[in-house]
């Protein structure tokens, strides 16, 4: 038999419509506000949609958030009071997948593509900060009209 959880603040949570991990940081009004670990806008679900995270899906969260101490600098009386992290051999994928029918995901996974190819850009080089900006804009926008930060054209791709 499966026992009850139920999210907390400062705990991670599993948004289950989208498989999202974040750290609950208020619950009001019959909402849980989560936000993506390491920073990142939050947003709301209904606290029965939440499930608790996975030790895995933890320990991925985990390595966003604590902070690296150099060997050189660490000393015996410090520590953390969780163990270390132990992440898995075949880590999942951390790129933002586009939403459908999206015109702005859309339009940012083209961009993201032309950038790491080099084709479609001016000068045919690779430009990964503008392909990782690209995975922002797609993570990170609300799915409603605003103005974009990217070109108005679509890359021309180069052969």
Request: hydrophobic share 35%; glycine share 6%; aromatic share 6%.
């Amino acid at each position: 038999m499966a026992y009850d959880w139920a999210p907390t603040t400062g705990t991670y949570a599993v948004d289950a419509t989208n498989d999202r991990i974040g750290e609950v940081r208020r619950l009001l009004e019959g909402a849980a506000y989560l936000a993506p670990p390491g920073g990142g806008r939050e947003w709301a679900v209904r606290p029965d949609q939440l499930r608790k995270p996975t030790a895995e899906e933890r320990a991925r969260a985990l390595t966003w958030t604590r902070p690296v101490v150099s060997r050189a600098h660490a000393t015996r009386h410090r520590g953390y009071p969780e163990p270390t992290v132990v992440l898995p051999v075949r880590a999942p994928s951390l790129e933002p997948v586009p939403v459908q029918d999206c015109k702005v995901c859309a339009h940012a996974a083209a961009w993201r593509r032309a950038y790491r190819t080099g084709k479609g850009t001016m000068d045919g080089y690779t430009d990964y900060s503008a392909a990782l900006d690209c995975s922002l804009e797609i993570r990170n926008h609300p799915h409603e009209p605003r103005v974009m930060g990217l070109p108005t054209a679509a890359p021309a791709l180069r052969p």
